[in-house]
């Protein structure tokens, strides 16, 4: 709604207020004085009707709304009782059934806030529960009807990544009816699982189990392959994206081809296939390997000599086509699941184990292929230095995993993929090779993996507990020397094998932190994309409508990757299905006329906002594209001239709960702006877990500490609050909105210092990271500060209020704030 | 094993390889017998061999520019191999010398036409191994019994009854035909496999600049002249290899022009290129017009945008 609608909405009505107080059994009315608030809710401004219930949000208690509304023509409901995060959207319900915008309604805890957590002084939380209701009262007062906002939703979905996971998720989509798009980099879609010779604990042949996927996601009419394609933009909001893909050149053309092989046949030239890990080569015009979907050949034109045999060999077919060109593609789709998987960790850089140097030290996944029977070697385990197979081969774990110095995350399947080269070794050449493994600590921990690893020994596998300190080559024979120690025997050791194989690191494949960007999701500490919550939205972005499939996400076995991908089309599914998507209205609306952008060149909103959702033009006001917006608030705090408001959280009804909070004695007050997600979370917390602290905190409830601006700082002292308080998600993960604690902090720790050379006893204004399970770190941060409050004194403090008053005031005064 | 490239340059040689688990390419580049002549920087297809000149030294005899390759550009396809004319360039997997690119038929191979016949050798003659210039020729003697006869003076009797023996190492061969020249008896034809006109410009030489005749690697086939005090060309010698044009300091003082190379039939994309590099688009087009090829000489006409008469 435009802001000049709602101005005139504000002027024209005449405001009736009506103030439900909760018993909650004795939860309430057991501490507080219910009359005492009845008669206290009364006098305040607009409120023209006061009613008490046992129990509100039982049935007759949501009646008694229902009916007041009607009977006494409310047009704003106040319900005191519990904390919104429990039944805000019971009574938002409530109000609409009884014709009442559902914005219109506003929740006092004092039950979380005050009866709870206050029991052994009643009378002081009474008082403080008469705040919450005036403090809600005055907010209530300028609440303004919202409409929830419906946008279309396009029923077609995009997969990025077509290895098992993101097969599984488009195979899902397709098969629930839905038009899915499989966009693959490479030039066939089965990912890494299409390397691998066995799986593990079934020892099933890996290509023999996804091959027939994969013709199943190649044949199905839903699916569109884009293979050999990048991502190169992603616009628009869940249900409306707007993606942008290039099709890279194969110079050949994809209809045409029939995969026939014959210009592979006569192609002179030769380089070496990264599919085989550089292990064996492949040819200028080839595919990766026999069984590619979409079964089309390319052309390399890094090797390529140009000498069109092919093209005579193509003949009639008429597929190859040397001028190809990119092509860029637009799509629309509703939802997007990501599934761009991960990469091995080729330890170069780690002069340890001499990968790259000696010649008989080979990753796991180089000796996937060299086991493979249809790899360079078809399935002879052979020495680069001499061609022969080794007698004794070592397994070493853990390489770059679980190092702190590199990657200090366990990389999940290396264990049990080690388990099953020492079975597939011990199966094929029996007593003919010995086999060692030096592990840290073997994880099977998933079904059937147990009595792999039992079966492993049972088959003569040889374990060592502990790490390698170090590998050595015998120039001679280029065996190795590896120097370990066993923690077993608690002595160090030294073992001569004649190959080397390192369980590496799964790491986040290149350019996730381009594709991050390019899909404005956030990267963990590990580099791997961020899920949106790790327990409850494991599998969404924390944008909406994109979601996460596969080990992009984390490293991953087959199985879990299988899951994560259907769970990925059924959660992209509940978005699909439906003509339209809802958008919560508590979103950021820039007013026009005071956006400087228009002037200057601004767009710090745009810069600050966690989810690219404002666009600022040069010359233009900034726009805030409304389904994108997730209404943290942050640019409304950040906006230099107040253009920016947050609906439903303006700085209007802000600024009136920041002044009811502190009409009477100030001094004796803690402020408190708390987060929704995290510390208003944590401070129900300390509720529910009758946590006492001392009734002097007045909180004001907030979507994101990002939203808490300086200037409701500034009016608080200058209001003369003894103490100020802002609390957020914890740095660096927690916050719901990315990082508006991030922007919140860098914000604070501007002004405390100003605070302080202006006279403010540094211990009064305080930001405290409290997460939702943290209510005993809630309740003491109240405790101290309150502490802390008593020993400055109120005279201390009202004396400072007087140096700083004037300045404040000047400042607000500045930017028409009083 | 991952794949390890390896690039090593010594005074002998360069060499370039890809070592894979299962393979191994080689470059191998004997320095000794490289001319630095232009031919292989121009066929090569990938563009990865690049000429360096030497900085000339006051008082010196000018050197000829060394070739670099570029291991991340080089493929391995081993053009350069077949087209050095000093076979100076060998590339070999897993140690054999196998020419894939000839055995696709996708690359022609050079042909060095050099006919012996040495049953009419004098037996005292060793003229062609005196001429040759590269030192490719051997004289040997077979006795009766297919004995090779080391010293010809003792056996001055049955000289007779000797006979003459002459291998060359056509591999290296440029095709020069001084040997042919000397010859007294006609015991060697030679054909040239590059073909082309040379032409120096003698007033356009700087004063005393003999540069292109200190590179030139056949003697004979530039000469001071005791007239002007100039280089010029004695065309019948030059094999048109160019390292000459890369020393030269002054434009159009000496011009190169190849017009074709003889080569064993092929229809090749990549030789086309290789040849409009090495001669020009005019006398690819010729090539093709002599062959027929009409679809590919529309495509070379429409890639330059002109017509060919």
Redesign the interface.
């Given at each position: 709604m435009a802001q000049k609608e709602i101005q005139k909405q504000a002027e024209t009505e005449e405001l009736r207020i009506g103030v439900f107080i909760c018993h909650c059994g004795l939860n309430i009315a057991g501490v507080l004085d219910i009359k005492e608030l009845i008669e206290f809710a009364k006098t305040l401004p607009d409120v023209v009707y006061v009613k008490d219930n046992r129990y509100t949000c039982a049935d007759p208690g949501q009646d008694e709304i229902r009916k007041g509304i009607k009977e006494h023509n409310l047009n704003r409901v106040i319900v005191a009782a519990c904390s919104p995060r429990m039944h805000e959207p019971t009574f938002r319900r409530t109000v609409s059934e009884a014709g009442l915008n559902p914005f219109l309604f506003e929740m006092a805890n004092i039950r979380e806030f005050s009866s709870w957590c206050h029991p052994s002084t009643p009378k002081e939380a009474t008082e403080k529960a008469k705040d919450l209701i005036k403090m809600a009262v005055a907010k209530a007062r300028l609440f303004r009807s919202l409409e929830t906002m419906e946008v279309p939703v396009t029923n077609k979905a995009l997969v990025v990544g077509g290895g098992i996971a993101g097969m599984n998720a488009a195979l899902d989509l397709a098969e629930m009816g839905f038009k899915t798009y499989l966009l693959e980099k490479g030039e066939s879609i089965g990912g890494h699982m299409a390397q691998l010779d066995k799986t593990f604990p079934t020892l099933d042949c890996s290509i023999c189990i996804e091959g027939p996927k994969m013709v199943d996601v190649g044949r199905h009419p839903n699916i569109e392959i884009i293979s050999f394609a990048d991502l190169l933009s992603v616009s628009g909001f869940i249900g409306n994206f707007k993606v942008k893909i290039r099709r890279n050149p194969r110079y050949v053309i994809a209809d045409n081809c029939t995969g026939c092989g014959e210009c592979r046949d006569?192609?002179?030239?030769?380089?070496?296939n990264e599919w085989d890990?550089?292990?064996?080569?492949r040819k200028?015009i080839s595919v990766p390997f026999d069984q590619a979907v979409p079964l089309i050949y390319t052309i390399n034109k890094?090797?390529c000599?140009?000498?069109?045999?092919c093209?005579?060999a193509c003949g009639a077919r008429r597929a190859i086509n040397f001028e190809q060109e990119p092509e860029e593609i637009e799509l629309e789709v509703g939802t997007i699941v990501v599934a761009t998987g991960y990469d091995i960790y080729?330890p170069?850089d780690d002069p340890l184990y001499g990968?790259?140097k000696y010649?008989?030290?080979?990753?796991s996944l180089?000796f996937e292929r060299?086991i493979l029977a249809a790899g360079?070697?078809v399935g002879k385990v052979?020495r680069?230095s001499d061609?022969k197979k080794p007698h004794t081969i070592a397994f070493i774990q853990c390489v770059g995993s679980r190092d702190t110095n590199k990657y200090p995350y366990c990389s999940n399947f290396c264990c049990m993929y080690t388990l099953k080269h020492a079975v597939q070794l011990k199966e094929k050449y029996k007593e003919d090779i010995e086999v060692y493994v030096f592990y840290m600590d073997m994880r099977s921990n998933f079904k059937g993996f147990e009595e792999f690893y039992q079966r492993a020994r049972e088959l003569g596998a040889n374990f060592i507990r502990g790490r390698v300190s170090r590998v050595f080559e015998v120039p001679e024979t280029k065996n190795l020397i590896i120097h370990a120690e066993d923690t077993m025997l608690g002595q160090p050791i030294e073992f001569e094998a004649e190959m080397v194989v390192l369980a590496t690191a799964a790491i986040p494949r290149k350019g996730t932190d381009e594709m991050a960007r390019i899909l404005n999701v956030t990267r963990g500490a590990d580099g791997f994309f961020m899920e949106s919550h790790p327990k409850l939205k494991p599998i969404d972005a924390p944008t909406d409508g994109i979601f996460f499939a596969g080990s992009c996400q984390a490293p991953k076995d087959i199985p879990y990757s299988v899951s994560q991908g259907s769970g990925a089309a059924g959660r992209a599914a509940t978005v699909l299905s439906k003509p339209t998507w809802k958008i919560e209205p508590i979103i950021a609306v820039v007013d026009p006329d005071k956006c400087r952008n228009v002037k200057t060149k601004c767009g710090i909103c745009a810069e600050r906002c966690p989810y690219g959702a404002i666009k600022a033009e040069e010359g233009k006001p900034a726009q805030v594209r409304a389904a994108m917006c997730h209404g943290c608030g942050t640019c409304v705090a950040e906006c230099p001239s107040d253009a920016i408001t947050q609906m439903h959280f303006t700085d209007a009804q802000i600024f009136a709960q920041i002044r009811t909070a502190l009409e009477s004695n100030p001094e004796d007050k803690i402020l408190g702006f708390l987060c929704n997600w995290c510390s208003y979370a944590g401070a129900d917390l300390a509720g529910t877990s009758r946590f006492e602290y001392p009734p002097t905190i007045r909180p004001i409830r907030v979507m994101c500490s990002g939203r808490v601006d300086r200037d409701f700082i500034l009016e608080a002292f200058r209001l003369g609050a003894g103490m100020v308080m802002v609390g957020a998600c914890h740095l660096p993960y927690d916050c719901h909105y990315i990082s508006g604690n991030y922007k919140m902090k860098a914000r604070m720790d501007a002004l405390a210092p100003m605070l302080q050379k202006l006279g403010l006893s540094p211990e009064r204004f305080r930001v405290e990271y409290v997460s939702a399970a943290e209510g005993v770190k809630f309740a003491e941060v109240v405790r101290e500060m309150t502490e802390q409050m008593h020993a400055l004194g109120q005279d201390k403090i009202k004396v400072e209020n007087e140096k700083l008053r004037p300045i404040l005031e000047r400042m607000l005064k500045r930017k028409g704030l009083i | 094993m991952p794949l390890k490239t390896l690039k090593k340059d010594t005074a002998e040689a360069l060499t370039l390889e890809w070592i894979l688990h299962i393979r191994k390419y080689k470059l191998a580049l004997d320095k000794n017998l490289c001319v630095g002549c232009q031919i292989c920087t121009l066929a090569c297809p990938k563009e990865a061999i690049k000429l360096e000149k030497q900085p000339k030294i006051l008082g010196e005899k000018a050197k000829h520019a060394k070739i670099d390759i570029d291991l991340e550009k080089c493929n391995f396809c081993a053009i350069c191999d077949i087209l050095c004319p000093y076979g100076a360039i060998e590339v070999t997997v897993n140690g054999e010398h196998l020419l894939s690119v000839v055995e696709k038929e996708s690359f022609p191979q050079l042909i060095r036409d050099i006919q012996v016949d040495a049953s009419k050798c004098p037996v005292d003659c060793v003229e062609c191994e005196e001429a040759c210039p590269l030192d490719l020729i051997k004289v040997t003697w077979l006795a009766a019994d297919r004995k090779t006869v080391e010293n010809v003076d003792s056996l001055s009797e049955k000289k007779g009854e000797l006979q003459v023996k002459i291998d060359i190492q056509e591999e290296r061969c440029p095709c020069c035909r001084i040997c042919e020249f000397k010859c007294p008896e006609g015991v060697l034809t030679v054909r040239k496999n590059f073909h082309g006109k040379i032409d120096i410009q003698p007033e356009k030489c700087p004063e005393g600049c003999t540069d292109c005749l200190d590179v030139c690697p056949i003697t004979g086939a530039l000469y001071l002249s005791d007239e002007d005090k100039k280089v010029h060309v004695n065309e019948m010698f030059c094999v048109y290899c160019g390292a000459c044009k890369v020393v030269c300091p002054v434009e159009e003082a000496l011009e190169l022009k190849r017009t074709s190379v003889r080569h064993t039939p092929v229809s090749s994309g990549a030789w086309n290129k290789a040849l409009e590099r090495l001669a020009s688009p005019v006398e690819i087009s010729k090539e093709l017009k002599a062959k027929g090829s009409r679809k590919v000489l529309e495509s070379v006409e429409k890639r330059l945008g002109w017509k060919m008469v």
């Open positions: 006569v192609c002179p030239i030769e380089y070496p890990m550089s292990l064996g080569v200028a890094d090797y000599i140009e000498c069109f045999k093209v005579d080729l170069y990968y790259g010649t008989n030290v080979i990753t180089e060299l360079p070697t052979i680069a061609g | -």
